[in-house]
């Protein structure tokens, strides 16, 4: 891969890459713990993708804005463009998707989206900044959506896995239906402040906690190292495998699927971000790999 490509940087026990396109981690390491982050075998062919401009499906994969329709699918375009560096150093790196012709065809409004990620203190740290450089409101959604390694550590079973809550998340959680929201929540499997890993949760797609108390939680295992995982600016946090791959995704959301009956103007669409002509909103997330029990 040339040099162009892929950024890869370190700092202390902790070493990460990035590629420009999609602006996507494609490597998280500890010294060891080994790789934390999936490697986007063929169950999943991704590591950890940008959801811009939307997060989930639109109804028909549909925008309409203003009495016209445009195609935008799953997730968006952001994971697929490519990304300017705007700053490679050897312990961070930043880049910066703009609008264009191409993005413009699919959703016309003007924005600049900036990722940066930086190694410090024995954490990676990944900052969102979406700005509107247009002269209307600026609607979108942002997702991050790192896959982890699950089980965390070889011989480890998958079962002994579990994320430990910050807070405790009585309330009911979300669904998908064919990709869009099911209108009624259903009760939460989490007990108190933990939840017991099976891959049986996600047969019915993403678990989706629309209104978490929490901002922060652990994924966790005897005899594996921990993942400490803590976001801000993000509303929504939703939880995926897929079956065959060997990963659990963590995504902190702010947006979500369009909810079964929806399919009005895209301004009018809940969860978005609602950004005024020149302003910014700012996202994050960041792990901390810890060492086995």
Same mark, same amino acid.
């Given at each position: 891969?040339?040099?162009?490509?892929?950024?890869?940087?370190?700092?202390?026990? &902790?070493?990460?890459?990035?590629?420009?396109?999609?602006?996507?981690?494609?490597?998280?390491?500890?010294?060891?713990?080994?790789?934390?982050?999936?490697?986007?075998?063929?169950?999943?062919? %991704?590591?950890?993708?940008?959801?811009?401009?939307?997060?989930?499906?639109?109804?028909?994969?549909?925008?309409?804005?203003?009495?016209?329709?445009?195609?935008?699918?799953?997730?968006?375009?952001? *994971?697929?463009? %490519?990304?300017?560096?705007?700053?490679?150093?050897?312990?961070?790196?930043?880049?910066?998707? =703009?609008?264009?012709?191409?993005? *413009?065809?699919?959703?016309?409004?003007?924005?600049?989206?900036?990722?940066?990620?930086?190694?410090?203190?024995?954490?990676?740290?990944?900052?969102?900044?979406?700005?509107?450089?247009?002269? /209307?409101? $600026?609607?979108?959604?942002?997702?991050?959506?790192?896959?982890?390694?699950?089980?965390?550590?070889?011989?480890?079973?998958?079962?002994?896995? *579990?994320?430990?809550?910050?807070?405790?998340?009585?309330?009911?959680? *979300?669904?998908?239906?064919?990709?869009?929201?099911?209108?009624?929540? =259903?009760?939460?499997?989490?007990?108190?402040?933990?939840?017991?890993?099976?891959?049986?949760?996600?047969?019915?797609?993403?678990?989706?906690?629309?209104?978490?108390?929490?901002?922060? &939680?652990?994924?966790?295992?005897?005899?594996?190292?921990?993942?400490?995982?803590?976001?801000?600016?993000?509303? @929504? $946090?939703?939880?995926?495998?897929?079956?065959?791959?060997?990963?659990?995704?963590?995504?902190?959301?702010?947006?979500?699927?369009?909810? @079964?009956?929806?399919?009005?103007?895209?301004?009018?669409?809940?969860?978005?971000?609602?950004?005024?002509?020149?302003?910014?909103?700012?996202?994050?997330?960041? /792990?901390?790999?810890?060492?086995?029990?």
């Amino acid at each position: 891969m040339a040099e162009q490509d892929r950024h890869e940087f370190a700092e202390g026990r &902790l070493a990460a890459a990035v590629l420009a396109q999609g602006a996507e981690l494609c490597s998280l390491r500890e010294a060891a713990a080994g790789e934390v982050l999936w490697l986007a075998e063929p169950a999943w062919p %991704r590591h950890s993708p940008i959801l811009f401009p939307i997060v989930g499906r639109l109804a028909g994969d549909t925008l309409r804005h203003e009495g016209r329709t445009y195609r935008l699918t799953q997730h968006g375009f952001g *994971r697929d463009r %490519r990304f300017a560096w705007a700053e490679r150093a050897p312990d961070r790196c930043r880049l910066v998707l =703009e609008d264009d012709d191409a993005t *413009r065809a699919l959703y016309p409004f003007a924005f600049r989206l900036e990722v940066e990620y930086a190694l410090a203190a024995g954490a990676l740290s990944v900052e969102y900044r979406v700005t509107n450089t247009g002269e /209307v409101t $600026l609607p979108a959604s942002l997702g991050a959506h790192p896959a982890f390694r699950w089980p965390l550590a070889p011989g480890v079973p998958r079962e002994a896995h *579990r994320l430990e809550f910050a807070e405790a998340e009585p309330e009911p959680v *979300r669904r998908l239906a064919g990709g869009l929201l099911r209108r009624e929540p =259903e009760p939460t499997p989490i007990r108190g402040a933990t939840l017991p890993l099976d891959s049986s949760l996600f047969e019915a797609d993403a678990l989706i906690l629309d209104r978490p108390r929490s901002r922060s &939680l652990r994924f966790t295992a005897p005899g594996a190292p921990t993942l400490d995982f803590s976001w801000h600016g993000f509303r @929504e $946090l939703g939880l995926w495998t897929r079956a065959g791959g060997d990963f659990l995704c963590i995504e902190p959301w702010c947006g979500m699927a369009s909810e @079964e009956g929806f399919d009005g103007e895209f301004a009018t669409k809940p969860g978005l971000m609602l950004i005024p002509p020149g302003e910014s909103r700012a996202l994050g997330w960041r /792990v901390a790999v810890l060492p086995a029990a």
